[in-house]
């Protein structure tokens, strides 16, 4: 009967207490672990033994199933022993099993791995500030506390300054100080793995603390814009949840499958910025000068009287909105009236000269701007009227290429990873509901074996009567 019942003693014994003796282990493992790898190593020395391919495997990696963050999966529910919540267990992956960790699963049944060596020098897994900050950090009123605290102080940072809202930073500093402490002091600080920096999301916390305290106790000056870091804390409810940290992280991950087209996006950006340059260097600065006055007013006709003359503003032509209209000499563009002659080179170029092709940088800018076809119109019909109708077809192409075919395929590279992203999310719910299954057939199974073992006994034991 108790092989019957060794499945089932397997799994409740996967939550176990994590103790001086636990600990031990662990570090038995570890020595046994270096042993064997120095024996290893002896032999290669000595040609005993050589280096194969699996040497070179990635070897066991952590399970999915049980990372930081996560819930416990659904058919451990129930066999995860409610007074064992808030307290330290031994590590419940296997792969961690020579490693000096251990988890905490909180009243949520979310997982929180832990380094097991001492925090702060001083803070060992047993020792019981470290335990009582541990129960602190993995209890969900503590999570709450945080989150609506973050919730007020965003409200807060969005209502008129006034010296009684002002002074309410000191306590909202306060209360991520100690959320901090609480933090280092049950995770360490950053030596060992698990600990608080070696979180990239805790980087953040220690960031915007810092920088309080910054703007508190010093007179900024022109450095009071540090001020606007402070909405970074609305960030802080990402490293609050588990279950939002990875969500994050996921999406974090598909963004990467958008590395190749960001890679051709820039490369076709950088090609419509260098034919734009070429093309269209100095076009939008063309204008109508008048033509130099032979009564001598300005002189005689000499190369820097011609130069000043033209750089004189009331020398341009105005229409009768007040604008300086772009010109061209190529047939088809914009003409001037009479008496007056397209020149480029004077004056700054449109929209306050932020509208241009005269330097890699700005074409880049501009190419960027028809891709994403902002305001795009604008800037199409002032090269036509500058460079002439036929340089439509630049635009054809940009817009096409970039902003009908680039576009839509960094949209349809994010939907696919959101599609991958639901489709991973669906297979792990199915394999949980198929382990679920297949446990209770299982328990079903030995239910059936024991009944008919007793039913069994029952009549062995009625013919021997007989």
């Known amino acids: 009967m108790s092989d019957d019942y060794s499945s089932l003693s397997e799994e409740r014994s996967l939550f176990r207490p994590f103790t001086r003796e636990s600990l031990a282990a662990i570090e038995t493992r570890i020595a046994e672990e270096l042993a064997k790898q120095k024996e290893l190593e002896a032999k290669r020395a000595q040609g005993e033994t050589r280096y194969d391919d699996e040497d070179e495997d990635e070897g066991p990696q952590p399970d999915p199933m ?23 267990l031994e590590d419940i992956d296997t792969f961690y099993h020579n490693q000096r960790t251990f988890v905490v699963i909180s009243k949520g049944k ?43 102080n965003c409200i807060l940072m969005i209502m008129p300054t006034t010296p009684t809202i002002e002074s309410t930073e000191v306590l909202f500093t306060g209360i991520y100080t100690f959320e901090s402490a609480v933090k280092v002091m049950a995770r360490g600080f950053i030596l060992q793995p698990f600990t608080y920096l070696r979180d990239a999301w805790n980087w953040l916390d220690f960031v915007v603390i810092a920088l309080a305290y910054v703007t508190m106790g010093i007179d900024l000056g022109n450095l009071a814009a540090l001020r606007t870091f402070r909405v970074l804390r609305a960030l802080k409810t990402v490293a609050i949840v588990p279950g939002l940290k990875t969500i994050v992280g996921a999406v974090i991950e598909s963004v990467k499958n958008l590395r190749d087209v960001i890679i051709l996006t820039m490369f076709s950006l950088s090609v419509f910025a260098l034919m734009g340059l070429q093309i269209y260097m100095g076009v939008l600065t063309q204008k109508c000068i008048k033509n130099f006055p032979e009564d001598g ?19 341009w032509y105005v229409d009768d909105n007040g604008n300086m209209p772009l010109c061209g000499n190529s047939s088809g563009a914009g003409m001037c009236a009479p008496g007056y002659v397209c020149l ?5 170029n449109p929209n306050y000269g932020y509208t241009s ?56 590279i994010v939907a696919m990873s959101y599609d991958e992203l639901q489709k991973k999310a669906e297979e792990e719910e ?4 198929e382990a679920i299954r297949e446990a209770e057939e299982a328990a079903l199974a030995r239910e059936n074996k024991i009944a008919a073992q007793a039913a069994a006994r029952e009549a062995a034991a009625a013919q021997a009567a007989a």
Not at 344 to 348: D, N, S
């Open 297 to 315: 007013s300005w002189g005689n006709l000499t190369g820097e009287n011609w130069e000043r003359f033209n750089k004189n503003s009331t020398n």
């Open 430 to 433: 199915a394999a949980e509901e």
């Open 357 to 412: 092709f005269d330097t890699f940088g700005w074409a880049l800018l501009s190419a960027f701007r028809l891709m994403t076809q902002d305001y795009w119109e604008n800037l199409y019909q002032l090269v036509l009227r500058s460079a002439g109708p036929w340089h439509m077809l630049f635009f054809i192409v940009i817009i096409f290429l970039g902003s009908f075919y680039l576009v839509n395929l960094i949209l349809a």
């Open 110 to 152: 979310d997982i929180f791995r832990f380094s097991a060596t001492d925090a702060l020098w001083f803070l060992d897994p047993f020792n019981p500030i470290r335990r009582v900050a541990i129960y602190i950090l993995v209890h969900p009123l503590f999570s709450l506390f945080i989150i609506t605290t973050i919730l007020v």
């Open 344 to 348: 480029q080179g004077y004056g700054g």
């Open 66 to 88: 049980f990372e930081q963050g996560a819930p416990i999966p659904v058919r451990l529910h129930n066999e995860f022993p409610p007074e064992l919540a808030s307290t330290p």
